[in-house]
């Protein structure tokens, strides 16, 4: 390794070598020729990996080209009318279509039948009590194993104190505690930053719900004052539900749904 | 003050002997009061009111008016509303009076005929300022024109390569500028539906709305603005066929309006209306405010620049001269001395109310709705501002303090367009659900529901004379509706 910048230097203090420019045009010159000739003769994997690497180069420029070629020529913007119009004030919106919508009722109304939620992710696959629990062994010979830790994210309330070691029956890791969710609302296509109130519901269970355990599917309360939403009154609405939409113990984030 | 005391004691002497007296201070609209405090009697109702103001003001012909107290008309006689609010009478009472129109409109409450002819869904419709003429635009390419004496289609207007989003009529009647979705705009010439020239390209996406210059600063009429989902504004010369382009919005412009005193305003996706002086395409302004798309824009004096000099007297001038005075005082009357206001809805479910040349702070923040706000529409008087949203609801606000007076709720779907009545005392909305409703400001109720339609209605206007109401939609036929 250079412990300098000495070329540079040296560049500096003596100038370049007098024909300098013209090596530097003829190795330009040659690289093609140079190219070629080792493509041809490379055998076996450096011989796929040129190839590709050309294909690449070559699908690139082709795609360049044909960039530069739309913006010259004049190309009559979709000249073909089309069925179902809508004025300018629906354009920009997304509007699924009409049979969607009420096939969608129909599934909501079973839905609400069965008593059901209707969450953007209705089915997550359970997560079985040694996965969710780490056994810890105490006592002098580590012999007693009534204490577990939890190995997934926990939400833990701002008052919270740890009881003492003998009584603490689950361990939520502090680096595995979080305070925040990335919040998307599903309409306005914007993502928060928002503090968790609450776990309203772990799909796994009432324990993990009342442990603050948040895994994928669980349903969190936050907190959205900040959104400005407000109620039919008029009062700004600051609690609601989101529903978690990665595993937050693999990202060391959580990423919401808000539920509207 | 000799007058006060004139009515004074002639209404004291009648009842003398029963009567309470409260102290009274008449104010009119904007705080300023009408003559001094005075007594009045506690068993007079409006129409007692209504004398008593028309004598103050010294009214040639009598204004019909309406009065409130702390923003709730007094529709019962002021005993009675001082039992149940039980005001106290050390103070004086300020009650504003607030002139009313001195014509009514019929209720619409029948449909006098469905006309087909477009081969695709009806994007807009729009009478013209003196109501006389009706057009509509649609997705299949074409603008029409519609005969309003015989209901039946007068001419077929095809130029336009793909779907007509937007169409506006020149406050003078002498034009009709529509906008389409490959973003050409084309004058056409109501009196022979013929094209007027050559069509006007320069935008590079669709349109999203168009603005005639008030005839009081310039008749007759030349300039219009347009906007478009590429982001400019563009101000056309019908004559010259010249173009001022207005860019800086970083996104799609969706509302463009020509105010009355000289400037154009464009609300944008970008969350921000900019403000724009005309002659250079100068930005003169920026409101901030918003904190998503900007989809609606209205002014206070709106629909009086949009019907120019024809009242409802339904008088025509010869001259464009003679049309820009009156204009001009039409337009000076229903301003008064109050500076434009400007109210903006937006898909934050928010709508703010701004006045552009005192403050680029909003005056007051609206919230209530909880879908996005699709279309604002301040009543001819100025007095109210209407909103429908996506949540199936209309509010009705008050236009000078913007606080919220009542919700009309009855739509089964998303509210797209409304339109007032030109005495500001009904209003009307078209929904989703493919209704019609109109409903009544003063009482707050729904007045008729009109069905009819067999799909989502996408457009309404109610024309300027009140004669009749038209309405477009998704299945094809432009409905005529009648009192």
Same mark, same amino acid.
């Given at each position: 390794?250079?412990q300098n910048?000495y070329?540079?230097?040296?560049?500096?203090e003596?100038?370049?070598?007098?024909?300098?420019e013209?090596?530097?045009?003829?190795?330009?010159?040659?690289k093609?020729?140079?190219?070629?000739?080792?493509?041809q003769?490379?055998?076996?994997?450096?011989?796929k990996?040129?190839a590709?690497?050309?294909?690449a180069?070559?699908?690139?420029?082709?795609r360049?080209?044909?960039?530069?070629?739309?913006?010259?020529?004049?190309?009559?913007?979709?000249?073909?009318?089309?069925?179902?119009?809508?004025?300018?004030?629906?354009?920009?919106?997304?509007?699924?279509?009409?049979?969607?919508?009420?096939?969608n009722t129909?599934?909501?109304?079973?839905?609400?039948?069965?008593?059901?939620?209707?969450?953007?992710l209705?089915?997550?696959?359970?997560?079985?009590?040694?996965?969710?629990?780490?056994?810890?062994?105490?006592g002098?010979?580590?012999?007693?194993?009534?204490?577990?830790?939890?190995?997934?994210?926990?939400?833990?309330?701002?008052?919270?104190?740890?009881?003492? @070691?003998?009584?603490?029956?689950?361990i939520?890791?502090?680096?595995?505690?979080?305070?925040?969710?990335?919040?998307?609302?599903?309409?306005?296509?914007?993502?928060?930053?928002?503090?968790?109130?609450?776990?309203?519901?772990n799909?796994?269970?009432?324990?993990?719900?009342?442990?603050?355990?948040?895994?994928?599917?669980?349903?969190?309360?936050?907190?959205?004052?900040?959104?400005? $939403?407000?109620?039919?009154?008029?009062?700004?609405?600051?609690?609601?539900?989101?529903?978690?939409?990665?595993?937050?113990?693999?990202?060391?984030?959580?990423n919401?749904?808000?539920?509207v | 003050?000799?007058i006060?005391?004139?009515?004074?004691?002639?209404?004291v =002497? =009648?009842?003398?002997?029963?009567?309470?007296n409260?102290?009274?201070l008449?104010t009119?609209?904007?705080?300023g009061?009408?003559?001094?405090?005075?007594?009045?009697?506690?068993?007079i109702g409006?129409?007692?009111?209504?004398?008593?103001?028309?004598?103050l003001?010294?009214?040639?012909?009598? +204004?019909?008016?309406?009065f409130?107290?702390?923003?709730e008309?007094?529709l019962?006689?002021?005993e009675?509303?001082?039992?149940?609010?039980?005001v106290?009478?050390?103070?004086?009472l300020?009650?504003?009076?607030?002139?009313?129109?001195?014509?009514?409109?019929?209720?619409v409450?029948?449909?006098?005929?469905?006309?087909?002819?477009?081969?695709?869904?009806?994007?807009?419709?729009?009478?013209? @300022?003196?109501?006389?003429?009706?057009?509509?635009?649609?997705?299949?390419t074409?603008?029409?024109?519609?005969?309003?004496?015989?209901q039946?289609?007068?001419?077929t207007?095809?130029?336009? %390569?793909?779907?007509?989003?937007?169409?506006?009529?020149?406050?003078?009647? %002498?034009?009709?500028?529509?906008?389409?979705?490959?973003?050409?705009?084309?004058?056409?010439?109501?009196?022979t539906?013929?094209q007027?020239?050559n069509?006007?390209?320069?935008?590079?996406?669709?349109i999203?709305?168009?603005?005639?210059?008030?005839?009081h600063?310039?008749? @007759?009429?030349?300039?219009?603005?347009?906007?478009?989902?590429?982001?400019?504004?563009?101000?056309w010369?019908?004559s010259?066929?010249?173009?001022?382009v207005?860019?800086?919005?970083? +996104?799609?412009?969706?509302?463009?309006?020509?105010?009355?005193?000289?400037v154009?305003?464009?609300?944008?996706?970008?969350?921000?209306?900019?403000?724009?002086?005309?002659?250079?395409g100068?930005?003169?302004?920026? +409101?901030?405010?918003?904190?998503?798309?900007?989809?609606?824009l209205?002014?206070?004096? =709106?629909?009086?620049?949009?019907t120019?000099?024809?009242?409802?007297?339904?008088?025509?001038?010869s001259?464009?001269?003679e049309?820009k005075?009156?204009?001009?005082?039409?337009?000076?009357?229903t301003?008064?001395?109050? @500076?434009e206001?400007?109210?903006?809805?937006?898909?934050?479910?928010?709508?703010? $109310?701004?006045e552009?040349?005192?403050?680029?702070?909003?005056?007051?923040?609206?919230?209530?709705h909880?879908?996005?706000?699709?279309?604002?529409?301040?009543?001819?008087?100025g007095?109210?501002?209407?909103?429908?949203?996506?949540?199936?609801?209309?509010?009705?606000?008050?236009?000078?303090?913007?606080?919220f007076?009542?919700?009309f709720?009855?739509?089964?779907g998303?509210?797209?367009?409304?339109?007032?009545?030109?005495?500001?005392? +009904?209003l $009307?909305?078209?929904?989703?659900?493919?209704?019609? %409703?109109?409903?009544?400001i003063r009482?707050r109720?729904?007045?008729?529901? $009109?069905?009819?339609?067999?799909?989502?209605?996408?457009?309404?206007?109610?024309?300027?004379?009140?004669?009749?109401v038209?309405s477009?939609?998704?299945?094809?036929?432009?409905?005529?509706?009648?009192?």
């Open positions: 390794m250079p910048e070329m540079e230097r040296h560049r500096r003596h100038g370049r070598r007098f024909d300098h013209e090596r530097i045009r003829k190795k330009e010159a040659r093609a020729h140079k190219h070629s000739k080792q493509a003769q490379a055998i076996g994997i450096k011989g990996q040129i590709k690497k050309n294909y180069e070559k699908a690139q420029m082709k360049t080209l044909a960039m530069h070629d739309e913006s010259t020529s004049r190309r009559k913007a979709d000249d073909n009318v089309q069925e179902g119009a809508v004025p300018a004030y629906l354009l920009d919106r997304e509007n699924t279509t009409r049979a969607k919508i009420l096939s129909i599934k909501q109304k079973r839905k609400e039948k069965a008593g059901k939620w209707d969450v953007p209705p089915k997550v696959r359970p997560v079985a009590e040694d996965e969710m629990f780490k056994v810890v062994r105490t002098k010979r580590k012999t007693k194993q009534w204490k577990r830790m939890v190995t997934k994210a926990t939400f833990v309330g701002p008052g919270f104190t740890r009881k003492p @070691p003998k009584y603490e029956r689950f939520r890791p502090t680096g595995l505690r979080f305070t925040k969710a990335h919040v998307t609302h599903p309409e306005l296509k914007c993502t928060f930053n928002l503090e968790i109130i609450g776990v309203k519901k799909p796994n269970g009432p324990m993990y719900t009342s442990l603050g355990v948040i895994t994928r599917g669980s349903i969190i309360e936050v907190n959205v004052s900040e959104l400005g $939403l407000v109620t039919p009154a008029g009062k700004v609405v600051w609690g609601k539900y989101a529903q978690v939409t990665n595993n937050p113990e693999n990202d060391g984030c959580i919401a749904v808000l539920l | 003050m000799e006060d005391t004139v009515t004074e004691a002639a209404v =002497e =009648e009842k003398r002997t029963t009567v309470n409260v102290m009274c008449l009119d609209q904007d705080g009061p009408i003559g001094a405090p005075m007594y009045l009697p506690q068993n409006p129409q007692q009111l209504q004398l008593i103001v028309n004598q003001l010294n009214n040639e012909e009598k +204004l019909p008016y309406a409130y107290i702390s923003d008309e007094l019962v006689p002021l009675t509303y001082l039992q149940k609010h039980k106290s009478v050390e103070k004086a300020p009650i504003v009076c607030q002139p009313q129109a001195v014509f009514r409109i019929r209720p409450n029948r449909c006098s005929a469905t006309i087909s002819g477009h081969g695709e869904a009806v994007l807009s419709v729009a009478f013209s @300022p003196d109501g006389r003429q009706l057009a509509s635009g649609s997705g299949d074409t603008v029409r024109f519609w005969d309003l004496g015989t039946t289609p007068m001419y207007c095809t130029g336009h %390569k793909n779907w007509v989003l937007c169409i506006a009529w020149s406050p003078d009647g %002498k034009y009709l500028v529509s906008g389409s979705m490959s973003g050409e705009l084309i004058c056409w010439d109501p009196q539906g013929k007027l020239g069509a006007l390209t320069g935008h590079k996406k669709w999203t709305g168009i603005s005639w210059e008030p005839v600063l310039n008749a @007759p009429c030349r300039r219009f603005v347009s906007a478009s989902k590429d982001g400019d504004a563009r101000i010369d019908v010259l066929k010249k173009c001022i207005l860019c800086g919005h970083t +996104l799609a412009v969706t509302c463009v309006k020509w105010g009355g005193d000289g154009i305003y464009t609300g944008s996706q970008d969350c921000t209306i900019k403000v724009w002086e005309t002659t250079e100068k930005l003169i302004r920026e +409101l901030k405010g918003h904190g998503h798309w900007v989809n609606s209205a002014l206070s004096t =709106e629909y009086v620049l949009r120019g000099a024809f009242d409802h007297t339904g008088k025509q001038y001259s464009p001269d049309m005075k009156v204009a001009l005082e039409r337009y000076n009357t301003r008064g001395t109050a @500076p206001r400007l109210v903006s809805g937006s898909d934050d479910f928010t709508m703010f $109310l701004w552009p040349f005192i403050n680029k702070h909003p005056k007051t923040r609206m919230t209530g909880q879908q996005l706000v699709n279309h604002v529409y301040f009543s001819p008087d007095q109210w501002i209407a909103s429908a949203s996506f949540d199936k609801s209309v509010k009705i606000w008050n236009g000078t303090t913007g606080k007076v009542t919700a709720r009855g739509h089964v998303p509210v797209y367009q409304i339109s007032w009545s030109a005495d500001s005392r +009904l $009307l909305s078209g929904s989703k659900d493919s209704t019609l %409703k109109v409903w009544d009482t109720k729904l007045k008729q529901d $009109l069905p009819g339609h067999a799909d989502e209605v996408f457009s309404v206007d109610w024309s300027p004379d009140g004669e009749k038209a477009g939609g998704k299945d094809k036929v432009l409905k005529l509706w009648m009192g």
